[in-house]
């Protein structure tokens, strides 16, 4: 039966040009700064950010960890969205492993934070506070509809946090989604912040990796915090390689993606007893909720009697977030035949249900 997986974008697989540049890659002792391939790659993706240097890592939860303990000392405080995948889905980490202490401030329904409400979280000089150091963004806002973060309004949370002496991380998951999806260069979006982590391993396709950018003197304390956390991987020129096929090659291709999921989104807001907001899917990710039809999403995959569980029966994977609440997301293994079966899908056991 053919698999139609829609959880993630994290589930692609490596392109044929991927597996040859990894098989032909050069590679060295990357601890000593040694391995050609990353090297490159670090040099691609610094002047694609537009920030003096990079360095690789081997997950984006471990790239926002890195910047974060490398912008704060213990007992300092950042400032982040409450729907962030920082604050609810990379394990508390800043705090497990850091002593940094997260300040959420309430996410809007694009992914903003009210520069109110940003400026109103950022703490006094008084012995009781923890010192505020950092601010984190998120772009694209995978928990908000995956909605890009204008560069307008990345430029005025900097300038909010150079007033008041503050770094800006920005945490880049998908940040060629929201270049392409804006219509700018990703180097707009990234020129404000301080520090930005992106993935390689989710729309892009590579296999493993993300990289941090910033400027020279950050990124050499980074790697030395990579190499804190075990993430001094030597001969990593085997996963820069696709990495660098991943830059070079796709990221236009977003775009598809982006249609791919406007699609859907418009077919299942048709769909009596789903609901959806199509306007609100403005890249690759899509929320949506089953309104009150007798039937459950299921807590699990595998769940009898759910949709989850009927979808998978048919070869269809999508994501549960909530009691109703479903999160399907488009990407390179995605067609658009594959969007037309899946609607069908969802048509077919909403009428049966
Ligand atoms: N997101 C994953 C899950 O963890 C939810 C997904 O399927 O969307 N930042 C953002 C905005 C992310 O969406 C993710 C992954 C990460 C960081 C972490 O990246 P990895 O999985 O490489 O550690």
Do not use: W
């Not at 698999?3 to 590679?27: E, G, H, K, N, W």
């Not at 360095?55 to 790239?63: E, F, I, Q």
């Not at 180097?187 to 390689?200: A, I, M, N, Q, Y």
Request: with cysteine; glycine share 10%.
């Amino acid at each position: 039966m053919k698999i139609i997986d829609l959880r993630s974008d994290t589930v692609t697989l490596p392109t044929q040009a991927m597996r040859q540049a990894i098989y032909d890659a050069d590679l060295g002792d990357d601890v000593f700064s040694e391995d050609p391939t990353t090297n490159r790659l670090e040099k691609i993706a610094a002047e694609r950010m537009g920030k003096e240097a990079a360095l690789m890592v081997a997950s984006g939860t471990m790239g926002n960890l890195v910047c974060i303990l490398t912008h704060c000392k213990r007992g300092e405080e950042v400032i982040l969205g409450n729907q962030s995948h920082s604050f609810l889905y990379e394990a508390g980490g800043m705090s497990a492993l850091g002593g940094i202490h997260p300040h959420t401030v309430v996410n809007q329904p694009d992914g903003t934070m009210r520069l109110e409400d940003i400026e109103a979280a950022i703490r006094g000089d008084n012995v009781h506070f923890p010192r505020t150091r950092l601010i984190c963004l998120e772009n694209t806002h995978n928990h908000c509809n995956g909605t890009p973060l204008t560069t307008e309004y990345t430029k005025e949370v900097a300038t909010l946090a150079k007033k008041h002496g503050l770094q800006v991380h920005l945490d880049g998951a998908r940040i060629f989604n929201a270049a392409v999806a804006l219509g700018v260069d990703v180097k707009e979006l990234t020129g404000p912040v301080d520090s930005v982590s992106f993935c390689l391993s989710k729309g892009l396709s590579a296999p493993v990796g993300s990289v941090i950018c910033g400027s020279g003197e950050f990124i050499s304390e980074a790697r030395r915090n990579r190499k804190v956390l075990g993430g001094g991987m030597r001969q990593c020129g085997i996963i820069a390689a696709a990495g660098i096929t991943a830059l070079e090659q796709m990221t236009e291709r977003l775009t598809e993606d982006h249609a791919n999921a406007r699609r859907l989104a418009e077919g299942i807001a048709k769909i009596p007893g789903l609901s959806l907001d199509p306007e609100s899917v403005q890249t690759n990710i899509i929320y949506f909720d089953l309104a009150g039809k007798g039937i459950s999403a299921g807590r699990r995959l595998g769940e009898a009697g759910t949709l989850i569980k009927r979808l998978a029966d048919r070869g269809i994977k999508i994501l549960q977030l909530g009691p109703t609440q479903l999160r399907a997301v488009t990407h390179y293994g995605i067609s658009s035949e594959d969007i037309d079966m899946t609607l069908n899908a969802l048509k077919k056991i909403m009428i049966d249900s």
